[in-house]
Nanobody
Framework: QVQLVESGGGLVQPGGSLRLSCAAS????????MAWYRQVPGKERERVAR????????THADSVKGRFVISRDIIRGRVFLQMNSLRPEDTGDYYC???????????WGQGTQVTVSS
């Protein structure tokens, strides 16, 4: 079964930047779309950004538009989330997810924690 592994989370001060990376165990073109979600305790999981693997068409949630950018590298088999101008409300667990072409199943990574605090 294909696996997704996130990395790049950590502690950062408000206004700082982080770059999250998601590595797939097989080619990311085996996914129709890939996305980043975040989970804050007591709240529903929110989709932050999504990208199509073939055309690279990206969409971002209003809450992060202009600050976060999702991208993919087909050769390296990775999806990235560049997060700039981070705010305390961006704190949470960030998950990489993809929808497979073969079965339309959604696959999740194990998550990486992001903490924005001074």
């Amino acid at each position: 079964q294909v696996q997704l592994v996130e990395s790049g989370g950590g502690l950062v001060q408000p206004g700082g930047s982080l770059r999250l990376s998601c590595a797939a165990s097989e080619s990311i073109v085996s996914f129709v779309t890939m996305a980043w979600y975040r989970q804050v305790p007591g709240k529903e999981r929110e989709r932050v950004a999504r990208i199509t693997t073939d055309g690279g068409i990206a969409t971002h949630a209003d809450s992060v538009k202009g600050r976060f950018v999702i991208s993919r590298d087909i050769i390296r088999g990775r999806v990235f989330l560049q997060m700039n101008s981070l705010r305390p409300e961006d704190t949470g667990d960030y998950y990489c997810s993809g929808v497979t072409r073969r079965s339309q199943a959604r696959v999740w990574g194990q998550g990486t924690q992001v903490t924005v605090s001074s």
